[in-house]
Nanobody
Framework: QVQLVESGGGSVQAGGSLRLACVAS????????MGWFRQAPGKERVGVGL???????SVADPVKGRFTISRDNVQNTLYLQMNSLTPEDTGMYYC?????????????????????WGQGTQVDVSS
C-alpha cells in the first residue's frame, strides 16, 4: 500500500522560507516521476515542481528561482524548498507520485496524471 505523508507547512511572513517533506512508504521515490502540487482556496490544483526517476527536475514558472524540488533516496523522502515566499504561494501543498512514468510528463501537467497523493500540508504566507 502506497502512502505519502507531507509535513513542513506552516504560517510565515512574506519573504520567508519553508521546507516541505514527503515521506513515502510502499513506493520508492526514485522509481518514477513525483511532484508537488498546490491548491489555493477556490482554485484548481496546479503543479509546482516535478522530479523524474533519473533525478532531473523542473519547476513551474511562477516559482522558478524560488522553489527547489529534491529527494533523498536513502530516506525515501521528497522535498520542496520554498524561498522568498509571497502571499500568492498560500495554499495546500500535496505530494504526488506517478504510477508508471519514469520521465515526467511535459507541461502543462495535470493532477489527473498522478495516481498517488498525500493528504497535504497547509502553507499560509502573510504580507
Amino acid at each position: 500500500q502506497v502512502q505519502l505523508v507531507e509535513s513542513g507547512g506552516g504560517s510565515v511572513q512574506a519573504g520567508g522560507s519553508l521546507r516541505l517533506a514527503c515521506v513515502a512508504s510502499g513506493y520508492t521515490v526514485s522509481r518514477n516521476c513525483m511532484g508537488w502540487f498546490r491548491q489555493a482556496p477556490g482554485k484548481e490544483r496546479v503543479g509546482v515542481g516535478l522530479i523524474a526517476g533519473d533525478g532531473s527536475t523542473s519547476v513551474a514558472d511562477p516559482v522558478k528561482g524560488r522553489f527547489t524540488i529534491s529527494r533523498d533516496n536513502v530516506q525515501n523522502t521528497l522535498y520542496l524548498q520554498m524561498n522568498s515566499l509571497t502571499p500568492e504561494d498560500t495554499g495546500m501543498y500535496y505530494c504526488a507520485a506517478h504510477l508508471w512514468r519514469y520521465v515526467c510528463p511535459s507541461a502543462p501537467v495535470t493532477s489527473a496524471e498522478f495516481t498517488y497523493w498525500g493528504q497535504g500540508t497547509q502553507v499560509d504566507v502573510s504580507s
